[in-house]
């Protein structure tokens, strides 16, 4: 394109974003992140793996999980301090988003390094703007704790809120989700934004007592952004 592209800079830690389904949303910038980087930085070296195969690119990976976070934002910390150039990747869309990665951020930019976002796909910007709902005000919850008792109060400390309201479920849990909705919001319009970008992508609308019954009756599985009308949009 005949752009003069500048190289990646030395110790800088790269949040690339990654697909969510549909692998032509990798972007040419987080592409070249990858390519140029010193070291990849993944949830799951064998999940980016792949993707780093799919596009030709081999790079040293190490792996950086919820579970040994603290250990390897240290690692990570200490190449950054040497100069190197880190890619952090989760095995799809934005880190630290429902992800990992908000504590390696943290304590780089603790240790004054530089830390740089490489945009891209994230389920939630990707499930609310073609929702139909509100986008100018909303509450992210990302995913509700198991336990029924904080759920429900999670959601009752919520009902009153004028936006929408954008949750992350899994598939086994989204009937559960449901059927809570119907309890705590009977009368707001719930949408299921299913399958972002895969070949299967839908979106629900009903009450949340119509959406029950179309996910029971269609065995609805997959990945799923819960949105919730806001307060204000019911009143309306
Ligand atoms: N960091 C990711 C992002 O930027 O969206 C989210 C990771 S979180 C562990 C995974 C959850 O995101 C899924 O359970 C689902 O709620 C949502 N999600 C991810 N990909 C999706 C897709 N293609 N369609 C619908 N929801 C998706």
Known sequence: ???DLPPLTPSTLYLVATPIGNLEDITL??????????????EDTRRTGQLLKH?????PMVSYFQFNEAKRSE???????RGEKVALVTDAGSPGISDPGERVVRAARVAGLRVESVPGPCALVAGLTASGLPTDEFHFIGFL????????????ALKQFAGTLVLYESPYRVEKLLTELT????DRQVVLARELTKKF????AGTPAQLLEVVKKRHLKGEFVVLVQGFTAEAA
């Open 1 to 3: 394109m005949g752009m």
């Open 29 to 42: 910038r987080a592409l070249r992140t990858l390519r140029e980087c010193d070291v990849v930085a993944a």
């Open 55 to 59: 596009f030709g690119i081999s790079k």
């Open 75 to 81: 690692e990570i910390l200490e190449r950054l301090q």
């Open 145 to 156: 704790p198991h336990k029924s008792g904080q759920r429900r109060r999670q959601l009752e």
């Open 183 to 186: 309890e705590i919001v009977p």
């Open 201 to 204: 992508e839908e979106y629900v």
